[in-house]
T-cell receptor, first 112, second 115 residues
Framework: GEDVEQSLFLSVREGDSSVINCTYTDSSSTYLYWYKQEPGAGLQLLTYIFSNMDMKQDQRLTVLLNKKDKHLSLRIADTQTGDSAIYFCAESLTGGGNKLTFGTGTQLKVEL | GAVVSQHPSWVICKSGTSVKIECRSLDFQATTMFWYRQFPKQSLMLMATSNEGSKATYEQGVEKDKFLINHASLTLSTLTVTSAHPEDSSFYIC???????????FGDGTRLSIL
């Protein structure tokens, strides 16, 4: 079955860049997503990328996909204290109409 | 603004009670909705796929008689935790794709605490 792994914790200083990494096992994954979860809240979709893309940039967010290594990363430029949250990567075989398999989540802590 | 609304946001009840959680799509129709469960400091685990007009599809290990899902309309899916016990205490989150293969949007979740 699918398996999605992330490092558990990342600490950065305000203003620095954050890079959150994710590895997945299912080479059939077509869509890959990044979600943000603040304490006690649901998930907020940040961005997503199709498997035929290598990179996607959206304001402060840059997603890189290495399909050969099955590695996905999310870079947050100029990280702010409001970016402190848990970040989940997720993969889907056929897009939104199909179930998502979530990574273990990375807790990002932004320090002053 | 929110595209998926979930209600209630927090429930505390006694063991043996049945609890219903609603998930509504706002301004769009959802033939498919998903129900996830999240234990503290853990990731989301899919429980079931809710299909409008037909039976839900449950993931392995999820008791269909324990977690009743009804997708009665194109904008509403409900999850009923029947005869809830303390081990059912968790954070339940629903999601729906806005259209076709568009990404899923999530509700704000329901925190269920069984005493």
């Amino acid at each position: 079955g699918e398996d999605v792994e992330q490092s558990l914790f990342l600490s950065v200083r305000e203003g620095d860049s954050s890079v959150i990494n994710c590895t997945y096992t299912d080479s059939s994954s077509t869509y890959l997503y990044w979600y943000k979860q603040e304490p006690g809240a649901g998930l907020q979709l940040l961005t997503y990328i199709f498997s035929n893309m290598d990179m996607k940039q959206d304001q402060r967010l840059t997603v890189l996909l290495n399909k050969k290594d099955k590695h996905l990363s999310l870079r947050i430029a100029d990280t702010q204290t409001g970016d402190s949250a848990i970040y989940f990567c997720a993969e889907s075989l056929t897009g939104g109409g199909n179930k998502l398999t979530f990574g273990t989540g990375t807790q990002l802590k932004v320090e002053l | 603004g929110a595209v998926v609304s979930q209600h209630p946001s927090w429930v505390i009840c006694k063991s043996g009670t049945s609890v219903k959680i609603e998930c509504r799509s706002l301004d769009f129709q959802a033939t498919t909705m998903f129900w996830y469960r999240q234990f503290p400091k853990q990731s989301l685990m899919l429980m079931a796929t809710s299909n409008e007009g037909s039976k839900a599809t449950y993931e392995q290990g999820v008791e269909k008689d324990k977690f009743l899902i009804n997708h009665a309309s194109l904008t509403l899916s409900t999850l009923t935790v029947t005869s809830a016990h303390p081990e059912d205490s968790s954070f339940y989150i629903c999601s729906a794709p806005t259209q076709g293969n568009q990404p899923q949007h999530f509700g704000d979740g329901t925190r269920l605490s069984i005493l």
